[in-house]
């Protein structure tokens, strides 16, 4: 017997005849034979709504009361899914992340899950019940609720798959698979039946929100393939694996990825010492704020202009923590602004290939966008541009890529 690892995002369960339709989905594998864990995501906007629920309040929440918060979304959808499952006359049983033994760090809205214990999620799979888990969430050792970060649902789903040694984890949601763009911008975009998990790491952590990026670096970790489907049709998918067969013959972009969470930070007329990037940086990391291009320009006269991004969501934070700094250091000015979005693109095919940053630059320029800022991986270009031409600049690049095409 199989045991398969499931996960439902929240469209997939965004109202109760969803939640229904997936319950019968379910009955049908248990059917069939396989043992399950699903584990759910919030009913489609709660978590937005609870978010706003907040704000009504405060301007600032208390971050732990926040969590407690949001994790009743995914709470109510598991609750429901199993009552739908049992009332179809399945062994079913719901569980908050806690109970399935999720521990996490104590950084509330961000919390990484640091073990799994699946001692509960084991004896109810023992006891031949489809397990239904809560996802983006789990506890810290003072038994207070943590979230793991917006669109973490996924990475619930990837960790209990690797600690129950599942064959593999299957993500449901309201695409077909991994796209070469999203398809919401870019119609042209073609389901990729297949991806590396460095590829898709690069996609999700530069804005493709169909897997949440922590989920691919823990299937990677732990060997786990993730496979992304629909949940509205039974059409093929695409399968996030580690596999070789695929790589040789890679000589081309797999996908292009937005994202439009970028605050810029321009601190100018900094003193060219050594220790300054430290005196910066480190209480930015301290303060669990993920810094993500860091561009230093030539010194003039012993002064430079030091640049970075950070998402909006931490802008405030982050200038809070600069501000002091840069006054201590006697930086002449603090820059900040919301109007970018970064553009990538990504493929092994890169690692060997030459030409890809002259066609994507190429291609930006005969669009009239113009580039702020470049970075690189080894399989990967980001620009950074106006956020108001994304649209455009995806399209243009899907088809400089030739991505269309199989
Ligand atoms: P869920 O609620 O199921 O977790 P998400 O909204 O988080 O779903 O992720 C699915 C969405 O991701 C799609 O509706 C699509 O608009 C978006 N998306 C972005 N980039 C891609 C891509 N490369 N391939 C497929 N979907 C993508
Ligand atoms: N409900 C959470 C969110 O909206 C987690 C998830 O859907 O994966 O971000
Ligand atoms: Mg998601």
Known sequence: MALVVQKYGGSSVAN????????????????????LVVVVSAMANTTDELIELAAQMTEKPEPREMDLLLSTGEIVSSSLLA????????????????????????????????????YRVRREI????????????G????????????????????????????????????????YTADPRIEPEARRLPEISYEEMLELASHGAKVLHSRAVELGSVHQVPIYVSSSFTESPGTLIHGGTSMME??????????????????????????????????????AS???????????????????????R???????????????????????????????????????????????????????????????????RITCLVDAARVPEAVRALHKAFELEKG
């Open 249 to 286: 013959q890679r000589n081309k972009v797999m996908g292009i990825a937005e994202d439009t969470d970028v605050a810029r930070i321009t601190i100018r007329g900094v003193p060219d010492n050594p220790g300054i990037a430290a005196a910066l940086f480190e209480p930015l990391g301290a």
């Open 126 to 137: 023992e006891a031949e019940n489809i397990v239904i888990v809560a996802g983006f969430q």
């Open 139 to 178: 506890i810290t050792e003072e038994l207070d609720i943590t979230t793991l970060g917006r669109g973490a649902s996924d990475t619930t789903a990837v960790a209990l798959a690797a600690v129950l040694r599942s064959d593999r984890c299957e993500i449901y949601t309201d695409v077909k698979g991994v």
């Open 83 to 118: 009552i739908a499952l049992i009332h179809l006359g399945c062994r079913a049983v719901a569980l908050s992340g806690a109970q399935a033994g999720i521990g996490t760090d104590r950084r509330h809205g961000r919390a990484r899950i640091l073990k799994v214990d699946p």
């Open 289 to 311: 704020i993920s810094v993500d291009t860091i561009v230093q320009n030539a010194s003039v006269e012993r002064l430079t202009d030091l640049t970075f991004t950070v998402s």
């Open 16 to 35: 109760t005849e969803r939640l229904k339709a997936v319950a019968e989905r379910l009955a049908r594998s248990r059917q069939a034979g396989d043992q």
């Open 313 to 379: 969501s931490d802008l405030d934070r982050a200038l809070e923590i600069v501000r002091p700094v840069a006054a201590e250091i006697k930086a002449v000015d603090i820059l900040a602004d919301t109007h970018l979005a970064k553009i990538s693109v990504v493929g092994s095919g890169m690692i060997s290939g030459p030409g890809y940053a002259g066609l994507m630059f190429r291609t930006l320029f005969a669009a009239g966008i113009n580039i702020e800022l470049i970075t690189t991986s080894e399989i």
